[in-house]
């Protein structure tokens, strides 16, 4: 895992940067405190789920690791796009029973 700095709230995390479309991110107490999006739903009891619970994703956060991996600053472990589902479309589709 690679440390990372959110653009927007300067909150530092650990990142995995596993392909294009998927990312570990591993949270510290301090970083949470940090965040804006997450402080926001604390302050405001805008979030859903149970009390504690963390939190899924920061928009912010998400931005700067997309953008710190196209940069190149994030290691990329498989950089292959994601193949086009294998779908064998030779045969109809059988009719839904009723």
């Known amino acids: 895992m690679q440390p990372l700095q959110c653009a927007e709230c ?6 995995q940067k596993n ?9 510290s107490d301090q970083a949470r405190a940090q ?5 926001d739903d604390r302050e405001f009891g805008q979030r859903e789920g149970r009390p504690g619970a963390p939190r899924k994703e920061c ?9 710190a991996a196209t940069a190149g600053e994030l290691e990329i472990l498989n950089d292959e796009p ?9 045969e109809p589709v059988p009719a839904p029973f009723h």
Do not use: Y
């Open 19 to 27: 392909s294009w479309e998927h990312a570990t991110v591993q949270w």
């Open 82 to 90: 994601v193949p086009k589902p294998i779908v064998d479309d030779s």
């Open 59 to 67: 928009g912010a956060l998400i931005a700067s690791i997309v953008n």
């Open 10 to 15: 300067k909150a530092q995390v650990l990142v």
């Open 35 to 39: 965040c804006l999006e997450i402080a």
